[in-house]
């Protein structure tokens, strides 16, 4: 833990409501869009469609991972990607503002500045610290 108590339990918050919120856009393209509509939607895009399914297990394991604290700094950092690519594909272009048609970019853009901070931050209280292996 770092030497300031509080920001452990701000980086727990963080890994948590970071957490619940890839699992929650995961499991709208699971239960809702279903993966395979996931993949047409983002074929649709011109993107291709191996990329829904990558990006719904990537979502999932990286939500897991941030939840239980299992590296969640480097965790953090590779799930940004997945937010910069809704702001280029789909959201930039919508303006600003979420509630505009097509949702706008200001959430995932905020969703990218908190996986920041909590890169920034540590990995916080409670967080599974895996042995480094030494050779």
């Given at each position: 833990m770092s030497q300031n108590r509080s920001?452990?339990?701000?980086?727990?918050?963080?890994?948590?409501?970071?957490?619940?919120?890839?699992?929650?856009?995961?499991?709208?393209?699971v239960f809702v869009f279903t993966p395979a509509g996931t993949a047409g939607y983002f074929g649709s895009l011109g993107?291709?469609?191996?990329?829904?399914?990558?990006?719904?297990?990537?979502?999932i394991l990286g939500a897991v991972a941030l939840i239980v604290g299992i590296w969640p700094r480097a965790v953090a950092l590779a799930l940004i990607p997945i937010l910069a690519g809704a702001i280029v594909t789909v959201h930039g272009s919508a303006g600003f503002f979420f509630t505009n048609p097509n949702g706008g970019w200001e959430f995932p853009a905020l969703w990218i500045v908190a996986l920041g901070a909590l890169a920034l931050t540590g990995d916080g209280a409670y967080a599974l610290k895996p042995t480094p292996v030494r050779v």
């Open positions: 920001s452990d339990y701000a980086a727990l918050l963080l890994r948590l409501a970071l957490g619940g919120l890839f699992l929650a856009h995961a499991g709208l393209k993107l291709p469609a191996w990329l829904a399914y990558a990006t719904i297990a990537w979502e």
